[in-house]
């Protein structure tokens, strides 16, 4: 037979007593009052917690983990070689994709031989855990503090490359350095490694 | 005639209006309290959201569930609405106005049982609150629909137990000569605080205002009553509460603070009309107090249990409406002899 627990277990525990409630706890007036002052406190209070959204956005947390992105390396051509880890990696199996050989002249398209000749996200299966910009060896995947915009049919939330690969355009680049920590910008310099160079 | 045919128009479209303007007064208020901002993209400081959520409700799909009972069905709005609308006749809405000659009294009716009137209007909206939920052929809707008739008729017995200790006071039925009495001495909240409080209390739980608005019950019931109404059908019922609002707030102020009564004003001897307009002001501030505590309350209190709400009515108010009346007995007694 257990024995009985003495003490208790954590610090937080508390007596519950069953004290009757005095005539003016039963009453519940002076209590009402009490909680309509306090509502009239904030009826009056200047500071409002409203955002007003389509103009004024919430600040968001850095890491958020949002739209992907295909990034460009630093000539503009696209990092992403097919090599089919995100998709692996993906829990929510919303990653596809096509592999193709680069053919001569477009060495300023892709960076390397092989490149993602179609790259479609299920918008609507993934989770936005992150796994594939982990996963990935080019560094060329990364989650974004975009959103995904709403839509009314199924259909559409299948994204192919016009939507994920960033512009040509240096200014229009997503940046990701939030994303991107410094251990793994560290070891991106190191040109020891195939996929650095 | 025709002045009262067209007083009778402007009552009904300022009801109305109040009523409107309610909405968009109970979305702001609860905004406020919670420290919002509220409605504010239709018009500056979002005024044109109640004629918005008016076209919204009429374009709405109007659906009727198959089994239900098509005429009970329309019936259950209508009654709701007709209802609240025709208590305000009785209510004298100000002194008597100067055109031109002719005295005209702003008050549509004056019944020697104005009180009784509006009583009688009152426990006929229940039916159209519970026509709605048999009619709608849902259990649910009907469950809510006898919870919300159970406890109007709960509260009504409370509430007109402190209105017979404030005829003992006052020895009439009509509301003008109620307040013609308190313009001549004092308002009768001095003489009636707890009957004022049963009053209100009960107020809240005629008009299904939280705490009292178990007849919604989004949680338990799906909705309550009007769990399969759509569209304006809808906005009837959720529409009939704000004119309930309205009317019971100017019961209230006219019961026990004086109606259209401005302390001191008649001593100032401005020109009748003027008095009248003025007292017909101070009557519509009042109004607007009392439907600002409807909100204010609303937005405090968390929605009772239903076995607390038979208990408080049965055992706590009706009681202490009995002790009122017969206080007010002796008070009276003791002063004026039978």
């Not at chain 2, 003025?278 to 204010?296: D, N, R, Y």
């Amino acid at each position: 037979m257990a024995t009985p627990i003495t003490q208790p277990l954590t610090k937080r525990s508390q007596v519950v007593s069953e004290k009757r409630m005095t005539l003016m706890e039963r009453i519940y007036l002076p209590a009402i009052v009490k909680g309509m002052g306090i509502t009239l406190k904030h009826f009056f209070r200047l500071r409002k917690a409203t955002v007003k959204y389509p103009e004024q956005l919430r600040p968001m947390s850095p890491v958020y983990r949002g739209m992907h992105v295909l990034k460009r390396d630093e000539q503009g051509r696209e990092r992403c070689t097919a090599c089919g880890l995100c998709a692996v990696a993906c829990p929510a199996e919303a990653i596809t994709m096509v592999a193709a050989e680069r053919k001569n002249g477009e060495e300023k398209l892709y960076r390397e031989e092989k490149y993602a000749a179609v790259y479609e996200i299920n918008m609507l299966r993934c989770i936005f855990c992150g796994d594939c910009e982990d996963a990935c060896p080019k560094e060329a995947i990364f989650l974004t503090d975009r959103l995904v915009p709403t839509d009314y049919t199924r259909g559409t939330f299948v994204y192919g490359k016009q939507w994920l690969v960033e512009p040509l355009d240096p200014a229009l680049r997503v940046d990701v350095s939030k994303r991107q920590p410094k251990a793994v910008a560290e070891f991106k310099k190191d040109r020891n490694f195939a996929h650095n160079r | 005639m025709i002045p009262t045919v067209i007083f009778l128009v402007a009552l009904l479209l300022v009801t109305l209006g109040v009523a409107a303007y309610a909405t968009y007064a109970e979305r702001k208020v609860a905004a406020f309290m919670q420290d919002r901002i509220g409605p504010d993209r239709a018009g500056p400081f979002g005024l044109l959201q109640p004629i918005a959520d008016g076209v919204k409700m009429i374009m709405k799909e109007d659906f009727m569930p198959a089994s239900a009972n098509r005429w009970l069905f329309f019936l259950g709005p209508a009654i709701a609405m007709t209802t609240a609308l025709l208590t305000g006749v009785v209510i004298p809405w100000g002194g008597t106005l100067d055109l031109g000659g002719t005295a005209f009294k702003l008050q549509v009716a004056d019944p020697d049982i104005g009180i009784l009137y509006v009583f009688a209007m009152v426990s006929i909206g229940v039916y159209g609150i519970m026509l709605g939920g048999w009619a709608s052929n849902n259990k649910y809707a009907l469950y809510g629909a006898i919870r919300a008739a159970s406890q109007m008729v709960s509260y009504e017995l409370t509430m007109g137990m402190s209105i017979v200790a404030l005829v003992i006071l006052t020895g009439s039925l009509s509301l003008n000569d109620i307040v013609e009495q308190q313009r001549a001495g004092l308002w009768n909240i001095v003489y009636q605080p707890l009957g004022f409080l049963l009053f209100v209390i009960c107020a809240f739980a005629e008009c299904n205002r939280a705490p009292f608005d178990l007849p919604e019950c989004e949680t338990e019931l799906v909705g309550g009553y009007h769990t399969e109404y759509s569209s304006m059908k809808l906005g009837f019922y959720l529409f009939a509460e704000y004119v309930n609002m309205f009317i019971s707030s100017a019961v209230i102020s006219t019961l026990f603070f004086g109606g259209y009564d401005v302390p001191f004003l008649d001593g100032l001897g401005l020109p009748q009309n003027v008095t009248v307009i003025l007292g017909t002001v101070a009557l519509f501030l009042k109004i607007t107090f009392f439907i600002f505590l409807f909100m204010w309350v609303r937005w405090t209190l968390p929605r009772f249990r239903y076995d607390q709400l038979m208990d408080l009515g049965w055992k706590s108010l009706i009681p202490l409406a009995i002790l009122n009346v017969l206080l007010t007995g002796v008070g009276y007694y003791l002063k004026n002899g039978i």
